[in-house]
């Protein structure tokens, strides 16, 4: 392998740009050219390719987002589209791409690479956490702490009126983000989709969290949860059924995205890369980096992109624990 291509896809996340610079500064350390594909898989269809070299990728481990830009590119789900995108490849002369992004993006990654032969890398990169054979992936962290600080921020507010306050904060279909988060905030409820406990429970814990004394009420509400409510109707039904509370809504929504990446993110995504080019140079292909037990590990994106890292459950109970 001679040339690697580097491409961010899906929804942005924090250290991407830090494992862009990786991938860039691997590549210059052993001497492999390397490109960037700008706007993801819509970029390599269109043969938007940009050399890179080590000073391309100065200053950039502290930004958030990604200065490839991403995106999500139907496109490239059809067999005319990844035709186009291959044809883009060998005019370039690229010989592997490493792609940063989550699930749908290796989903392409491993079509292309079983039509086409052609050597692929994965680097986890989202929010979401909802990848499995890592246990984290890029942004995650990031994501976290911002959350955190802002629902430390609501809870000053929430206190000082003595109101309850449902939190909307993203993860797709899993719950990492609001139960870390929740923990960390220290929320009286967090609803997840992995654990649907229902509807009464909240009730019962709204109203012994009253009884207790408690001034403010957070509760987070994971925006893939499994009441059959979105935050809003949550509030009409706890002003319906608890009049004792005043409530309010807070949906996050995309400034999760986006900051600076926390130095683990950074850290993170300076290993994935180093990993990431060293396979691909190595004659490995259709797997994904991830990190389990501080170690990086390599897994098949068939595998990676089929489950999800499994929710804490002892967080749960801690969880449980700390709301007495
Ligand atoms: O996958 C990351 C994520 O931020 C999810 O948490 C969220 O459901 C989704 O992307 C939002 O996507 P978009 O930015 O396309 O609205």
Known sequence: IKKIAVLTSGG????????????????AFLDVE???????????????????NARSVNNIINKGGTILKSARCEEFRTPEGRAQAHQQLVNAGIDGFVV?????SFRGATIFNKEYDFPVMGIPGTIDNDI?????????????????????????????HNRLFFIEVMGRDVGHIALNAGVAAGAEEILIPEENLGLERLL???????????????????????TGKNVFELKEYVEEHLPIY??????????????????????????MGVVAVEALLSGKTNLMVGIIDNE???????????GHTKIDRELIRVSDIMTV
Request: aromatic share 6%; hydrophobic share 35%.
């Open 100 to 104: 940063i992004g989550g699930d749908g």
């Open 132 to 160: 499995f054979g890592t246990r984290f992936t890029l942004g995650f962290d990031t994501a976290l702490n911002t959350v955190v600080e802002a629902i430390d921020k609501i809870r000053d507010t929430a206190s000082s």
């Open 12 to 27: 942005d996340s924090p250290g991407m740009n830090a494992a862009i610079r990786s991938v860039v500064r691997t590549c």
């Open 296 to 306: 990086m590990t390599l897994t098949p994106i068939e595998e990676a992109i089929k």
């Open 34 to 52: 390397c490109l960037a594909v700008y706007r993801g898989y819509q970029g390599m269809i269109e043969g938007d390719f940009v050399p890179m």
């Open 204 to 226: 019962d814990s709204l109203k012994r969290s009253k009884k207790s004394g408690k001034s403010s009420s957070i509760v987070i509400v994971a925006e893939g949860d499994k």
């Open 246 to 271: 005043d409530v309010r809504v807070s949906v996050l929504g995309h400034m999760q995205r986006g900051g600076c990446p926390t130095a683990y993110d950074r850290v993170l995504a300076s290993r």
